[in-house]
Nanobody, 121 residues
């Protein structure tokens, strides 16, 4: 079992930046692929970014490529999502997730409670 707690959400103007953090409870955090997802009102949850267990590989949704960066610090059991050049369409609840196998965009077993990101125009 992995418990995940997100933080860092908030209200920001378009063009601004935010950094989300996700702290994991498990000491074997370094063995998990970590991902970020988001869900806007009235829409399905969608994949945003993911990072392999050692940080060596990352994947991004086309909508955030070049603006968002996922990273991790295994010594701190934490994964980050740096979000730059934010747009109103980035407004959503952002979720951190973990999966125990290879890097992928789906089939994540563990989820955080989410953190709200609101981008004003």
């Amino acid at each position: 079992q992995v418990q995940l707690v997100e933080s860092g959400g908030g209200l920001v103007q378009a063009g601004g930046s935010l950094r989300l953090s996700c702290a994991a409870s498990r000491r074997t955090f370094s063995s998990y692929t970590m991902g970020w997802f988001r869900q806007a009102p009235g829409k399905e949850r969608e994949f945003v970014a993911a990072i392999s267990w050692n940080g060596g590989s990352t994947i991004y949704a086309d909508s955030v490529k070049g603006r968002f960066t996922i990273s991790r610090d295994n010594a701190k059991n934490t994964v980050y999502l740096q979000m730059n050049s934010l747009k109103p369409e980035d407004t959503a609840v952002y979720y951190c997730a973990a999966r125990a196998v290879k890097l992928d965009t789906r089939d994540y077993a563990y989820w955080g409670q989410g953190t709200q990101v609101t981008v004003s125009s």
